[in-house]
Nanobody
Framework: QVHLVESGGGLVQPGGSLRLSCAASGMFTNIYTMGWYRQAPGKERELVAYISSGGRINYADSVKGRFTISRDSGGNTVDLQMNSLRPEDTAVYLC?????????????????WGQGTQVTVSS
């Protein structure tokens, strides 16, 4: 199994910055894509950004130029630097990982989620 633990959320004023971090642990053999999603009250979960094991990056249009996703050299930690935050960025931010584990001698690849961290942008 893969466990994802997020940190770095909190309350920030509009225009401020926050940095989220997500660390993966567990008995996995490989982690492919890692990313961040967010879900605001009453809204569907949406992709914020992802980064593949090969370094390919994609951002939601709403965060381009403001957010930066990065991954450590070991590939097990993903960060999200959020600048110029807006009230509409308020949401629970969830880390995701596409990972492979060995299950009964067979490789099993599936998605995993963290529990989420609250980001609130308000004056």
């Amino acid at each position: 199994q893969v466990h994802l633990v997020e940190s770095g959320g909190g309350l920030v004023q509009p225009g401020g910055s926050l940095r989220l971090s997500c660390a993966a642990s567990g008995m996995f053999t490989n982690i492919y894509t890692m990313g961040w999603y967010r879900q605001a009250p009453g809204k569907e979960r949406e992709l914020v950004a992802y980064i593949s094991s090969g370094g390919r990056i994609n951002y939601a249009d709403s965060v381009k130029g403001r957010f930066t996703i990065s991954r450590d050299s070991g590939g097990n930690t993903v960060d999200l630097q959020m600048n110029s935050l807006r009230p509409e960025d308020t949401a629970v931010y969830l880390c995701s990982a596409d990972a492979e584990v060995m299950n009964g001698g067979h490789a099993e690849r599936r998605g995993y989620w963290g529990q989420g961290t609250q980001v609130t942008v308000s004056s």
